[in-house]
């Protein structure tokens, strides 16, 4: 039904800043609620960010308040991780996720998500 594509990613130190982008093809963005997932080696995957279909509601996950934004444009089946002033704990694999979910308006659950992306690599040294 969709098909999502991480980029981005790459080798920066600490404090520098990354833009990751999700492309979507087969549905529009529109349909679902996004949101952006992390996973080092050895460890769970962990929630990083969500956002609603319309762009107004946004949530994260406290340890990347106040650095991180997301952002999707439903025009261009395209969303977005801008990561500012990155840590080394930030280091992990990124994945976007779609979740049709009529009754929710962001979503955070990994279980909640049906569709995800391949992953883009995110590393952070210090």
């Known amino acids: 039904q969709v098909q999502l594509v991480e980029s981005g990613g790459g080798l920066v130190q600490a404090g520098d800043s990354l833009r990751l982008s999700c492309v979507a093809s087969g549905r529009a963005f529109s349909n679902y609620a996004l949101g952006w997932f992390r996973q080092a080696p050895g460890k769970e995957r962990e929630f990083v960010a969500a956002?609603?279909?319309?762009?107004?509601?946004?949530s994260y996950i406290d340890s990347v308040k106040g650095r991180f934004t997301i952002s999707r444009d439903n025009a261009k089946n395209t969303m977005s991780l801008q990561m500012n002033s990155l840590k080394p704990e930030d280091t992990a694999v990124y994945s976007c996720?779609?979740?049709?979910?009529?009754?929710?308006?962001?979503?955070?659950?990994?279980?909640?998500?049906?569709?995800w992306g391949q992953g883009t690599q995110v590393t952070v040294s210090s």
């Open positions: 996720a779609a979740a049709q979910r009529p009754g929710m308006v962001v979503v955070k659950g990994p279980h909640e998500y049906e569709f």
């Open positions: 956002i609603s279909r319309s762009s107004i509601i946004k």
